[in-house]
């Protein structure tokens, strides 16, 4: 065991510098959130009660495909970094690793799986 | 870590609960859910993906009562984090710190998402003409 002070141990090292990188791409995912999240919700809303052929019609427009893409990108990625820090603040175990580790496999997973299948009713097939 | 007796600060417990404080662990509360709720949101789409006999599978169980109350708390869970959020960017460019403007915000938040809660649910049924 070492007699330093958790403080002494680190002072001097600086910064990881991956601080303001988080902090700022949660802030942009936020912010594009608005609008694509509030055009959603109103998406959604009409497209209730829907069958399989109208919600394909819908969504296969350019413009639809594609704010739907961004949305769907910024959502995970902001879930990813949300997630993150809940894990961070209250996992102080050595299941910390592994919890972050699933977080972001479960993140890039649904996205990646959510992107294409938007991607598949957009293109046909 | 060093192990050294310190006094702590007073636990949480100790606290009366405020607006500011209540909505803030909201916050975080509700953008877990909206993470769970992102379950559904890929379930959905992959399903659509894969046709339509896997789509009928999914507004099947959104329809049911569980989907209902699923997507009834989603909803909430939405519009509270961003609005909340919202306030949260106001911060960051450093405005709305004023004790007074913080409280008027914040019930703002929650009392703004309860109703677009509401309506979003009446348009929703007036969709689907009241059923």
């Known amino acids: ?125 | 870590m060093a192990q050294v007796e310190r006094p702590l600060s007073p636990h949480l417990q100790i606290y009366k609960p405020q607006i500011s404080s209540v909505l803030s662990i909201l916050h975080r509360m509700t953008g877990f859910g909206l993470g769970v709720g992102s379950l559904l949101l890929a379930w959905w789409l992959v399903a659509a993906a894969y046709g339509p006999d896997a789509f009928a599978v999914v507004q099947d169980f959104i329809s049911s009562w569980l989907g209902r109350l699923i997507l009834l708390g989603f909803t909430f869970c939405f519009f509270f984090h961003m609005a909340n959020g919202i306030r949260h960017l106001f911060w960051d460019i450093g405005k709305g710190f004023e004790i007074k403007t913080a409280d008027m915000t914040g019930w703002l938040a929650f009392l703004g998402a309860g109703a677009l809660t509401v309506l979003a649910w009446i348009a929703g049924y007036a969709m689907r003409g009241g059923s």
């Open chain 1, 1 to 125: 065991m070492s007699l330093r002070s958790p403080l002494g141990s680190v002072r001097g090292l600086g910064s990881a510098k991956h601080g303001l990188d988080h902090w700022w791409v949660q802030r942009m995912t936020a912010l594009a959130l608005i609008p694509l999240g509030l055009w959603l919700a109103a998406s959604l809303i009409s497209q209730v009660g829907a069958d399989h052929a109208a919600f394909k019609d819908w969504l296969g427009t350019p413009g639809r495909s594609v704010a739907m893409v961004l949305f769907l990108f910024a959502t995970f990625y902001h879930m990813k970094l949300g997630i993150q820090v809940i894990i961070e603040d209250y996992v102080h175990s050595h299941w910390h690793l592994v919890l972050q580790i699933c977080n972001s496999f479960v993140c890039i997973l649904l996205g990646t799986a959510s992107i294409f299948a938007v991607l598949k009713l957009a293109l046909g097939g």
